[in-house]
Every structure is written in structure tokens, then in C-alpha cells.
């Protein structure tokens, strides 16, 4: 079985990560990944906000926490240091798909590189709200974006599950 493959079969999601920084150098090459995903007649229109400042990664997660209805002191990133948020212009007919393949391409980089990560959802109330929209501008961000999904990377603190059988049924060939 080749690389590609194996990543794709191992990778899990991390619900409790370590406080450990990723190297720059890694980050670059996660996002790059993101920005080599399949879209809609090429428009390449999502865009990935990547969320190293603390003080933003915990105001994110607070809001992510709010609107979730999770407790107070509640950490819906699980601790992990980075938060790679996926945006889509709205414009585009396929953003929601487009936004979908960079979240994966994002994962499954992280996981060819050692990181561990995880689809946290939210995103899209979050970018509704004003404060976030402000930020995109403040980036110099223009037009109608929607949070597609963070992904959370940073390295796992303990093993990741084993992936659970596959269900049977799943695929029916048409020859």
C-alpha cells in the first residue's frame, strides 16, 4: 500500500492534545496542502485563516464554546496551540464542497507530518457574528465569507483510537 494510502486509513481525530507549538516550517507545509485542494471550476475561493496568536486561538474557542452550550473552562480545541479556520466566499456555487476538501486536505497533511488534528465545527456561526467579520476586514478580507471549520492541529497528547471496522454496504459497483 502506498504513503497516500496509509495516511488516509490511520488518520483519527485528537481530542487531547499537547501545549507544544508546531514548527513553522510544518505549519507551511499543512496549509500549503490546504491551498492544493479540488474546487469548483478551479476558483480555488476559500481561503484558511491560521490561528497562531493565543489570545485570538482562546477567544475563538470561547465563542466556540458558547455556542455549542458547553460549560464554562470547557476547551472545544481540546488545548491544541493552532486553529486553521476554513472560509468560503459565498459567491461560489461550490464553497461549502470547496471548503470541505481544503478541511480534509489540511488533515490528512497533518497526519503524513506527524501532527494530529480534528474537524471542530462552529465556524459558521462564529463568521456571522460581527467581531469576526471585523477581523476578516481588519486581514483585508472582502466580501461574504462562511466558516466552513476549524481544524485543530497540534500533536496528541497519548494515543489516538483505532479506527473502528468499516461498515459493510458502503459500496455498490455499477459495472
Not at 483519527?12 to 516550517?25: A, G, L, T, V
Not at 486536505?105 to 456561526?125: C, F
Not at 483505532?162 to 455498490?172: D, G, Y
Request: glycine share 8%; aromatic share 6%.
Amino acid at each position: 500500500m502506498n504513503d497516500t494510502l496509509k495516511v488516509l486509513e490511520k488518520r483519527r481525530s485528537c481530542r487531547n492534545f499537547k501545549s507544544d507549538m508546531i514548527p513553522e516550517e510544518t505549519l507551511e507545509q499543512i496549509v500549503r496542502a490546504g491551498t492544493y485542494a479540488p474546487t469548483g471550476m478551479g476558483k480555488q475561493s476559500p481561503i484558511i485563516l491560521a490561528v497562531t496568536n493565543k489570545e485570538l486561538r482562546d477567544q475563538l474557542s470561547e465563542e466556540n464554546r458558547k455556542i455549542m452550550g458547553a460549560p464554562e473552562r470547557m476547551d472545544p480545541f481540546y488545548g491544541a496551540p493552532v486553529i486553521l479556520v476554513v472560509l468560503a466566499n459565498k459567491a461560489v456555487p461550490t464553497h461549502v464542497y470547496d471548503g470541505s476538501l481544503v478541511m480534509g486536505d489540511l488533515m490528512n497533511a497533518a497526519e503524513s507530518l506527524g501532527v494530529a488534528s480534528i474537524w471542530i465545527h462552529r465556524a459558521k456561526e462564529e463568521f456571522e457574528l460581527p467581531e469576526y467579520k471585523q477581523l476578516l476586514k481588519d486581514l483585508g478580507v472582502e466580501g461574504e465569507w462562511e466558516g466552513i471549520g476549524h481544524c485543530v492541529v497540534g500533536y496528541a497528547d497519548g494515543d489516538l483510537p483505532k479506527a473502528a471496522p468499516r461498515k459493510e454496504n458502503r459500496v455498490f459497483w455499477v459495472e
